[in-house]
Nanobody, 125 residues
Framework: QVQLVESGGGLVQAGGSLRLSCAAS????????MGWFRQAPGKERELIAG????????VYADSVKDRFTISRDHHRNSVYLQMDSLNPEDTAVYYC??????????????????WGQGTQVTVSS
């Protein structure tokens, strides 16, 4: 079984930065697609960034493109989300998710069987 644990969330002022981390255990995730989703109150959970198994392919939601960067470290069995130029609309619970096989980055949340518990990101104006 795969366990995912997010960290790095918190409160930040608009224009600031945060780096989220997702550490995996229970299985080596080097052959998995990894995704970062977020869910704001009253909204659906959406994929904001995804990365394929070798890091050669990434996708971003339009709302975060050019501000957020997803990366992964196979040695640490981890995935990261660097978030820059944050604004209040980025306030949400952020989730790390994994799916297999690792070549196709799906955008639907129900395509990902493994999830972390989520970490809150709050951006103040």
């Amino acid at each position: 079984q795969v366990q995912l644990v997010e960290s790095g969330g918190g409160l930040v002022q608009a224009g600031g930065s945060l780096r989220l981390s997702c550490a995996a255990s229970g299985r080596v995730l080097s052959s998995y697609v990894m995704g970062w989703f977020r869910q704001a109150p009253g909204k659906e959970r959406e994929l904001i960034a995804g990365i394929n198994w070798n890091g050669g392919s990434t996708v971003y939601a339009d709302s975060v493109k050019d501000r957020f960067t997803i990366s992964r470290d196979h040695h640490r069995n981890s995935v990261y989300l660097q978030m820059d130029s944050l604004n209040p609309e980025d306030t949400a619970v952020y989730y790390c998710a994994a799916r297999f096989p690792g070549h196709l980055i799906e955008k639907r949340a129900d395509e990902y069987p493994y999830w972390g518990q989520g970490t809150q990101v709050t951006v103040s104006s």
